[in-house]
């Protein structure tokens, strides 16, 4: 089971980093999750260079494809050649986006009336897509997910571990990471946002 985290130039860290760090956690089940670039090397908001594991194409093969956030975001929804490269099937495909990610999901046509989370700056972007933005860190319609804060990308690999591997094996890797002392807490908000946020379809 592989994971495509999309990540373009002027990305924000802690959208890509995180969720991919938190998937990563499962490999030995079988769940791994790779940073997946539309060029070799991408350059972060803040000028840290990463190597892309993955060229944009694997998004075609990934079981989960998650479009992280940055700077830049609007540069790709206007950028036509680029979105050709992200022929995503929800039928097939568990897609989600982090924060500005939700711009790209909009554009790419795959909302529907659904409403977003994202973040507070890209916000009246996306709502000048005709898209609603919801006051909630997730939202979760059958294979489609979104994500608003950066700290939500905890939810959003939260939600994908629990899709793929079952609710278990995201208590275990947030219940790992969660700061000393607030494991239970910190998995039981994790949990209770991605249940909330969720809405199953059919």
Known sequence: MQVAVVTFDGFNELDSFIASALINRCRKDGLEAF???PT?????????????????????????VLIGSG???????????LLSMLPLDPSRQLIGSQCSGALVLARL?????MPVCTDMTSRPFVEACDVTVLDAPFHAEGNIATAGGCLASQ???????TRMLGEDAARDVIGYV????ENQETVERALRAVHAGQVVLG
């Not at 070799?40 to 803040?46: E, F, G, K, L």
């Not at 046509?109 to 009336?113: D, P, S, V």
């Not at 969660?178 to 002392?181: F, I, K, R, T």
């Open 35 to 37: 940073i997946t670039t």
């Open 40 to 64: 070799p090397a991408v350059t972060s908001m803040n000028g840290v260079e990463v190597t892309g594991q993955r060229p944009l194409a694997f998004v075609t093969e990934a079981d989960v």
């Open 71 to 81: 700077v830049r975001t609007r540069d790709v929804v206007a950028d036509d050649r």
């Open 109 to 113: 046509g795959l909302l529907g009336g």
């Open 155 to 161: 939810y959003l690999a939260a939600w994908v571990i």
């Open 178 to 181: 969660a700061p000393v002392g």
